[in-house]
């Protein structure tokens, strides 16, 4: 996400618009918000993007408030077609450049970017979020989650402190945050560490600090902490309110999908991931093989090397 | 040997309950990259003081990175 944030404010936006923009989209996004759906309830599936949208206009707001002045920079933005490249924006407006492709193309292009780039980018770290939570499914035992982290404040400051440092992206983070709640966490502490999780990690806000300051990357820490334990609260009051249990409500997700299209789902995800699992185990194995010494082969592969999870959608980079 | 096929097969129930939803919101996610690309939303953003806040927040809501 801190790409997208360099270009924000490269090409003029406020620094409190580029916090706010960096707050809201990887703590929330159509793909998160899908699964939250799947995974949790239709309260959390409301609570997380409005949540994150509040906690994004308030660091926004409190950075451009402590900020001493607003730069009027004149903005450029950049421009350049998210089709195919063919043109950059600038010797061609956008005017121009909307009869360059047709609706057609402009549907092609991003269905492929969302079952290639985009799942590549995401399902490393999606796998790793389902394993993590089958780890927590097994190892974890509700008494300790009850005694320990049940709800109340203790347990939100437990998830910020687990959820600041940690380096994971918010639809890898969304059956992590199912399994804690059937362990009996309380939603509110869940929230927390669903929003914590994903806009912050030790070294995005290091990378962070380099390109809005270390101020404003304090006040962005602040803000989160503050801002996602007090909607925590919030939330938990809004279930016991309306006499939901969380825990009952994500255990009985008797959805009323039939099993074989959950199963063609569930196929489809492994199928689209297979060519990225081929990349990186050859990468793996050539990385290998330089390691320990071997020549490799007699061309040189000017094939780029697939991205790193550092440079993913989730990354901190 | 046990431990592991349990922590698998809880894996595989989330993979199973979430994976058409997944489809679903990578679709949006491609289309919505291609409409409303990151790089292009300071285009959106206007200027001003706050007003440029508000919407950087409501445009990140749905977008994926």
Not at chain 1, 276 to 302: E, I, N, Q, V, Y
Request: positive net charge.
């Amino acid at each position: 996400m801190l790409p997208a944030a360099v270009t924000l404010q490269k090409q003029g936006a406020n620094k409190g618009a580029v916090t706010s923009f960096m707050i809201s989209t990887p703590e929330s996004g159509i793909d998160s918000i899908a699964i939250t759906y799947a995974l949790m309830d239709p309260i959390m599936t409301v609570a997380r993007p409005v949540v994150a949208f509040f906690t994004a206009a308030v660091a926004g707001v409190a950075e451009n408030l402590l900020e001493k002045s607003g730069s009027d920079k004149q903005v450029h933005p950049d421009l350049t077609c998210p089709v195919d490249q063919c043109c950059d924006g600038i010797n061609c407006r956008p005017e121009d450049h909307k009869r360059h492709h047709s609706v057609a193309e402009k549907l092609g292009a991003g269905v492929r970017y969302a079952f290639t780039d985009f799942w590549n980018d995401l399902a490393g770290w999606f796998f790793i979020g389902l394993l993590a939570a089958g780890l927590i499914a097994v190892l974890i035992p509700e008494e300790m989650v009850k005694t320990y982290l049940g709800s109340g404040l203790p347990a939100m400051l437990f998830m910020l402190a687990v959820g600041i440092p940690l380096y994971i992206c918010a639809t890898a983070s969304t059956p992590i945050a199912a399994a804690l709640i059937l362990k009996g966490v309380s939603p509110g502490a869940a929230l927390v560490f669903l929003l914590a999780g994903p806009a912050t990690n030790v070294a995005a806000l290091t990378v962070m600090a380099g390109i809005i300051g270390k101020r404003a990357t304090a006040i962005y820490l602040v803000v989160i902490a503050v801002s996602t334990v007090a909607f925590g609260l919030i939330l938990d009051q809004v279930y016991s309110a309306l006499g939901v249990s969380a825990q009952a409500v994500v255990s009985g997700t008797a959805t009323n999908i039939p099993e074989w299209t959950e199963m063609a789902g569930a196929l489809a995800l492994v199928l689209l991931s297979l060519p990225l699992l081929f990349r990186k185990t050859r990468w793996a194995m050539r990385a290998g093989r330089r390691f320990f010494g071997r020549p490799t082969a007699s061309r040189t592969d000017t094939r780029p090397a697939p991205a790193s999870p550092a440079e993913s959608v989730c990354g901190p980079t | 040997m046990n431990f592991s096929v349990d922590v698998i097969s809880e894996a595989w129930l989330l993979l199973k309950e979430s994976g058409l939803y997944i489809l679903f919101g990578l679709l949006v996610s491609g289309l919505l990259r291609v409409f409303l690309n990151p790089n292009t939303i300071v285009r959106h953003l206007g200027n001003g003081r706050f007003k440029p806040v508000f919407k950087a927040a409501l445009l990140g809501i749905p977008i994926p990175l």
